[in-house]
């Protein structure tokens, strides 16, 4: 499965975003898939995922309450809503997916994703 990932830009602290990620190539249903970013002189950390029903989630503490992340498969796009942005939410946005043979099953670690997308920016100023 090929993976895009796109709606970061400029923001100020408070403000909104929402990532979306597209994917082609396979049965996007049949895929987990989950959000992680990598912020400047960090490693890339794991942010959000979702399973391949969308009826479970995970969030790591810091965005929780804030951030949500849902799926449309009808439409082959996964999608970060991101609220309340933060200057230390800066970072370089990151999706991925993994094939699941389970509709609850989702993944919140680098090395459980198979495929990726290339990374959205996402900067939010003071």
């Known amino acids: 499965v090929q993976l895009q990932a796109s709606g970061g830009g400029l923001v100020q602290a408070g403000d909104s975003l929402r990532l979306s990620c597209a994917a082609s190539?396979?049965?996007?249903?049949?895929?987990?898939t989950g959000w992680f970013r990598q912020a400047p002189g960090k490693e890339r950390a794991f942010v959000a995922a979702?399973?391949?029903?969308?009826?479970?989630?995970n969030y790591v503490d810091s965005v929780k309450g804030r951030f949500t992340i849902s799926r449309d498969n009808a439409k082959n796009t996964a999608y970060l809503q991101m609220n309340s942005l933060r200057p230390e939410d800066t970072a370089v946005y990151y999706c991925?997916?993994?094939?699941?043979?389970?509709?609850?099953?989702?993944?919140?670690?680098?090395?459980?994703?198979?495929?990726w997308g290339q990374g959205t920016q996402v900067t939010v100023s003071s």
């Open positions: 979702i399973s391949r029903s969308g009826g479970v989630t």
């Open positions: 190539g396979r049965t996007f249903r049949d895929y987990a």
């Open positions: 991925a997916a993994v094939l699941s043979g389970s509709l609850r099953w989702y993944a919140t670690t680098q090395r459980e994703y198979r495929y």
